[in-house]
């Protein structure tokens, strides 16, 4: 994690805090980094040197308008300082910190391919009742799962990849092939 990274994210953490809103700045953190990775060019566009800073600013202040005016601020403050390229890191400290505050628990969803929103939901309520806590589920894409998908928490592991099953099967494969050589 970025140190610079885990300072802003500390900062607004703290103010979420003090203004009883960590919920409330969860979700939007949440649906922040949702349109950010759905638009690739609006990073571009607010880090554009071709633009002047109020201009920049003006414009995330229209894009994030149905925000808390304190996240829509926070924005202003890495515009200005040019931490638009940590944007992304940024947030999930940010969430990482509120899901410790509340008790959730934090992990990774593999696939090798893109999963729409409500079956990660679907899934992260599953797995909350193997885990006995509320789980929230960071998305990665692992082409090498070939399909299925990989889920680990802490020191749990759930893998109900394709690659996994290839591995049982050969790893039987070999043990039956050993059995039958005595």
Not at 89 to 104: D, K, P, R, V, W
Not at 119 to 127: G, N, P, R
Request: aromatic fraction near 8%.
């Amino acid at each position: 994690m970025n140190e610079i990274a885990l300072n802003y994210a500390s900062a607004l953490f703290s103010l979420a805090q003090e203004e009883k809103q960590i919920d409330s700045w969860l979700k939007q953190s949440k649906l922040l980094l949702d349109i950010v990775k759905d638009n690739d060019d609006l990073i571009v566009l607010l880090d554009s040197r071709f633009l002047s800073s109020e201009d920049r600013k003006a414009r995330a202040e229209k894009i994030f308008k149905d925000f808390s005016i304190e996240i829509v601020n926070f924005l202003k403050v890495i515009i200005d300082y040019h931490r638009l390229a940590l944007l992304d890191e940024i947030f999930q400290a940010f969430i990482s910190l509120c899901n410790q505050s509340l008790g959730i628990k934090e992990g990774y969803l593999y696939s090798a391919f893109p999963l729409d929103k409500s079956l990660v939901t679907k899934i992260e309520t599953k797995i909350s009742r193997y885990e006995n806590s509320a789980v929230s589920l960071i998305t990665r894409l692992d082409p090498n799962l070939i399909g299925g998908i990989k889920i680990v928490i802490g020191g749990h592991v759930y893998d109900d990849s394709i690659k996994n099953q290839l591995e049982k099967l050969q790893a039987n494969l070999l043990i039956k092939e050993k059995n039958n050589e005595n």
